[in-house]
């Protein structure tokens, strides 16, 4: 069975410096999507950025981007310039390729964005 | 457009009584989730349709939840004689076929949730 975890429960930044938030998963599998997300406390999951694992790339999105090392099996998201709006849980996600699609979540990081 | 909505927002219980939480899926979505959100056990999946296809229920945590989809569309899950373990968010989420490929798109569209407590 896959398993995701993320070992910071919670994490601290100052206003426009950058934090880097960790997630580590373990699969057999080849091929699938890891995704992050973002909870404010509207509880409203957002997908801040998604990566597929046959891409050596690793994706971006305007401030957020993520350090993929599939041979550790190692997701890391980083958030450059953090903003007080940044300031949510986040969770680290994993999804099979095939099958139905559902998402396995980390414990999931509690970010602190200090003015 | 109008995204996932899910209701009630809150549902106060007493233990040992039914609940019924619904979840309307952005239209046109063929997939549709549900998830737990708990302090002891984290995010987890409960329960997976897709179109007419028979329900993945692999995660549901007890003969005392069970879901259905009428008309590929709202969705309702139902936690009979509740425990106070039951207490926590329940998330809904759907997804529609790529449009490319056909094949399920890999992003999920989430609502915002029903906080349930169990007195």
């Known amino acids: 069975a896959q398993t995701v975890t993320q070992s910071q429960p919670e994490m601290s930044v100052q206003e426009a410096e950058t934090v880097t938030l960790s997630c580590t998963y373990d699969?057999?599998?080849?091929?699938?999507?890891l995704f992050w997300y973002k909870q404010p406390p509207s509880r409203q999951m957002i997908l801040v950025i998604r990566q597929e694992a046959y891409k050596q790339q690793n994706a971006t999105e305007n401030r957020f981007s993520v350090n993929f090392q599939k041979a550790a099996k190692s997701f890391s998201l980083k958030i450059s310039d953090s903003q007080l709006g940044d300031a949510a849980m986040y969770f680290c996600a994993y999804r099979r390729l095939s099958n139905t699609g559902k998402l396995i979540f980390g414990q999931g990081t509690t970010l602190q964005v200090k003015p | 457009g109008a995204g996932v909505s899910q209701s009630p927002s809150n549902k106060v219980t007493e233990k040992g009584k039914d609940v019924e939480l619904r979840c309307d899926p952005i239209s046109g979505h063929t997939a549709l989730y549900w998830y737990r959100q708990s302090l002891g056990q984290g995010l987890e999946f409960l329960i997976y349709f897709q179109g007419n296809s028979a329900p993945d229920k692999s995660g549901l945590p007890s003969d005392r939840f069970s879901a259905e989809r009428t008309g590929g569309s709202v969705s309702t899950l139902t936690i009979q004689r509740t425990q106070q373990e039951d207490s926590a968010v329940y998330l809904c989420?759907?997804?529609?076929?790529?449009?490319?490929?056909?094949?399920?798109?890999?992003?999920?569209?989430f609502g915002p949730g029903t906080r349930l407590t169990v007195t």
């Open positions: 699969t057999s599998e080849s091929d699938y999507y």
């Open positions: 989420a759907s997804s529609p076929r790529s449009s490319s490929s056909g094949s399920l798109s890999y992003e999920q569209y």
